[in-house]
């Protein structure tokens, strides 16, 4: 169960697109479509992004997508806005267990 | 509208015992599966544990023998029960409502925090 690994950081530009990658294995995320994506806000609890790879939930921006390749699952934030500034955690589900992702903070310039 | 409130952090000594609570309202609590997941001061998001809906279990292989998570669906509360802590147990407790068998948490708690030092 070792974590997935992501870019520890990333930046980018008010309107910018940016894409955070989280890497795992074949026995998460090569293995299944069961990949999800939160964002947290400084001192606050996750919220789900994306779930199922690339599906969102009702009321999250359109401006958030997910896709999976092998054993690397991707977001990506289109339309960079300030409010995006957050820390970025993938996850997936690994046979009766879940592994989280080591996380990406974003800052918006 | 979903609530989760997670209680029962502190301060705890090594080798000492702990129980969380979480108490849901806004959805059908029997009907779905909860988890615990923590996150220790300055790093990631780590699954701890799962309880599903018929009350299968699981466990992150970092906690299995020594945290055990139950659930008690009249009074709509989620427990974990955590013994034998270590420092690395340190950490905020979040609860999460979990969507099963797909694996992904659609609602969280604001969190408890556990520290464990002496």
């Known amino acids: 169960q070792s974590a997935l690994t992501q870019t520890a950081s990333l930046s980018g530009s008010p309107g910018q697109s940016i894409t955070i990658s989280c890497t795992g294995t074949?026995?998460?995320?090569?293995?299944?479509?069961?990949v999800s994506w939160y964002q947290q806000h400084p001192g606050k609890a996750p919220k789900l992004l994306i779930y199922?790879?690339?599906k969102r939930p009702s009321g999250v921006s359109s401006r958030f997508s997910g896709s999976k390749s092998g054993n690397t699952a991707t977001l990506t934030i289109s339309g960079l806005q300030a409010e995006d500034e957050a820390e970025y955690h993938c996850c997936s589900y690994a046979t009766a267990s879940v592994v989280f992702g080591t996380g990406t903070l974003v800052t918006v310039l | 509208e979903v609530q989760l409130l997670e209680s029962g952090g502190g301060l705890v000594q090594p080798g000492g015992s702990l129980r969380l609570s979480c108490a849901a309202s806004?959805?059908?609590?029997?009907?779905?599966?909860l988890s615990w997941v923590r996150q220790a001061p300055g790093k990631g998001l780590e699954w701890v544990s799962t309880?599903?809906?018929?009350?299968?279990?699981y466990y992150s292989n970092s906690v299995k023998g020594q945290f055990t998570i139950s659930r008690d669906n009249d009074k709509n509360t989620l427990y974990l029960q955590m013994s034998s802590l270590r420092a690395d147990d340190t950490a905020v407790y979040y609860c999460a409502k979990t969507k099963m068998p797909r694996w992904y948490f659609d609602y969280w708690g604001q969190g408890t925090l556990v520290t464990v030092s002496s």
């Open positions: 309880i599903s809906a018929s009350n299968h279990t």
């Open positions: 806004g959805f059908t609590f029997s009907n779905y599966a």
């Open positions: 199922e790879v690339n």
């Open positions: 074949s026995s998460d995320i090569g293995s299944y479509n069961l």
